[in-house]
């Protein structure tokens, strides 16, 4: 055998092999390639869009708690003031309610005092006329006097 039949042979083949890998095999491999990196370049923008998405998601759900922390804060401010307004207009009526008691209880004191006085009155005046109808019917010894007026004395 001759070394060119052969070599030209082999070289033949090898065309036809070559030939028939791109036109038959090759295409297939490309695509599946070429759909294979489409897949991870999707796949990869897809997690950059999941990783600005969780980004945004732990932002918002940040900002949320923050807001959820002030307006609770708030709430228990307006329930302190409310509070505080509470025991402010409770001490008021509380300070209203002692006045009033203690304005009723002068005014029935007042009434008492007023009361007693003119018991007073009175008896100081069956006093006195009992003690000038017996200064009348004595007769007048200065003596008598002095022991009646002690004795007057002593009941006033």
Known sequence: MNVNSTLFAQVVVFLILAWFTLKFVWPPIMKALDE???KISEGLAAAERGHEILGLAAQRSADTVREGKEKAAEMVSQ?????????????????ADAEKAMAEARAEIDLEVARVKDDLRERLTDLVVAAT??????????????????AIKKEL
Do not use: P, T, Y
Not at 79 to 95: K, L, P, S, V
Not at 137 to 150: C, M, Q, T
């Open 36 to 38: 294979r990196a489409e």
């Open 79 to 95: 329930a302190d003031q409310r509070a505080q307004r509470i025991i402010d207009e409770a001490r008021e009526q509380a300070r």
């Open 133 to 150: 109808e017996k200064i009348l019917l004595r007769e007048v010894d200065a003596k008598a006097h002095a022991g009646f007026l002690n």
